[in-house]
């Protein structure tokens, strides 16, 4: 795969694309900080008449409550413009019609999966209620495991616990049939901006491990948000939409992985010297390449000045 | 591999062999019971001159931790009898010369392991000190980490915790050089009779989860274990070691994996049917096969009546 070309001609760019879609930590905002410039520029896509969606990997909100972090930074944005992982995680329940089933979801994650999960009717357990449980180990002790569970969705969860990987250890080794999804698996997540953190990979990989099972994945890079984008939205030509992200195994993967258009941005996880190979790459993206790359999306244009 | 055979021969076996290996849980005792007989079997095979080992993939305690538990059953071994993983962690910083790098551990794990450091004067932080500690997730928190951290080891821990995972996550990332040590990788465990329990390879797959690392594997089925059996005994004929345990994955896979002879015992999670391939067998167990197979370690001296 040929060396990532930084943007030169954003105006070739912005003709030749219809849909952009974006990550958002690292891409709109870093931590709770707007990257500035950005509403903007999603002004005068939208102005150019351009669909934009945002994609994101992080299940800790829904969509409803992503909606809410937009509006705090003042960005106005539709619910359904955004897919966030603990959406895919609904909607790839929906598509295989789950709910038909009549069983229920055991959650280790957040609230953006419950929420996501109310929003369509499907029953579940575990997530935030279960952050203080303690199994009880002494002689003779169990967990009592709901034997109506279908699935065990695991996401980000910042209370993971022993009870946690119990209950779903228990439930995907001995509830027949019972499905495995991973919202994503990101290695590290930037809960805050001061250092990196142990990703959702840390909560599956829990989870793999005393189950030898690996998950169903629903976040990028998997294909199930683009698939559903495009039949909702009627979009056959792939060609002309550009995946935005500041990730080479998640964002660009995924849009690689896709047929889509592929742009890094430097402003987030990715630095220049590691796109370009001067330093050693994270593990994991060896070989990734974007078709271009900007410093921030302000990139697609240009001040006058810069031209 | 040709499939186990009963073993309708003990007295052949026990001539050809000098020393027998055990693993403890399934084989000398059920969670907190012993099994029956057992007591008089290992008398027997000291009083026929047999050298006897215990070797289990257990690190919730020392090696002193373990005396006590035998002890509390009647048994009466001596420390250095037993390997439990945990000092399979210790032995194996011992013999790369960790000490002398006057670098710390973190320990994910219990206090099997912490004793064991102690007892060859490795410093440590981490352990059960860490289990109640939530990270500062605010704007501007981070976990603050021991720069002198040279390897993380990670045990069996019910106190399994975000803090603890982003510690050894920031640890394995950010500190060159720092070593990711596993006890065991065993799925499953059994703390309680009730049920089974998921096992340390839950908290080994958390951090290769964010970390994207292999361990290096210090427990059964890696070979260090017996190298230091057979280096501190002088024992040079490995075909004259049986390994007897009731897991295929970890005690048969051992054995065979290092030379040894190898016998399953009936009496932990191994059915007849299993083994056998009457039934599906456990994830991971696949095609390992035992020379001989036992209902309990009573077989090695059948009672007259049986023979």
């Known amino acids: 795969m040929s060396q990532a070309k930084k943007l030169d001609d954003p105006s070739s760019l912005l003709s ?3 849909v952009f879609i974006f990550d958002c930590d690292g891409v709109i905002w870093r931590g709770d900080t707007l990257i500035p410039g950005v509403p903007s520029v999603l002004d005068q896509l939208r102005l150019a008449g351009k669909k934009i969606f945002f994609v994101t990997n992080n299940s800790t909100k829904s969509r409803v409550g992503y909606k809410s ?3 705090s930074l003042g960005l106005d944005v539709h619910p359904e413009e955004i897919f966030s992982s603990s959406f895919a995680a609904a909607a790839y329940l929906e598509q295989t019609n789950f709910k038909q089933t009549g069983k229920k979801v055991y959650i280790i994650g957040e609230k953006g999966i419950s929420e996501e999960l109310d929003a369509i009717g499907i029953s579940w357990l575990g997530g935030e209620a ?12 169990r967990v009592e495991v709901d034997h109506n569970v279908g699935a065990v969705v695991v996401g980000f969860d910042r209370h993971i616990n022993y009870y946690k990987l119990q209950y779903a250890q228990l439930c995907l080794n001995e509830l027949p049939g019972c499905e495995f999804i991973a919202t994503n698996l990101d290695r590290v997540t930037h809960l805050t901006d001061a250092q990196e953190w142990a990703g959702n990979g840390t909560m599956v990989g829990a989870v793999s491990g005393c189950t030898g099972r690996e998950p169903t994945l629903v976040g990028k890079p998997a294909p199930l948000m683009i698939d559903y984008i495009s039949k ?3 979009i056959t030509d792939r060609s002309r939409i550009c995946m935005v992200g500041d990730r080479l195994d998640t964002d660009i993967a995924f849009g690689r992985n896709n047929g889509l258009k592929t742009c890094l941005t430097l ?4 630095s220049e010297d590691e796109l370009m190979d001067r330093v050693p790459r994270k593990k994991g993206t060896e070989g990734i390449q974007p078709e ?6 302000n990139d697609f244009y240009p001040a006058p000045s810069d031209s």
Chains 1, 2 share one sequence.
């Open 16 to 18: 030749n694309i219809d």
């Open 292 to 297: 271009f790359y900007v410093e921030t999306i």
């Open 232 to 234: 909702k939205y009627g």
């Open 130 to 141: 279960d952050k203080a449980k303690q199994p009880d180990m002494g002689p003779g002790g």
């Open 69 to 71: 972090k937009f509006t």
């Open 267 to 270: 402003s987030g996880v990715t």
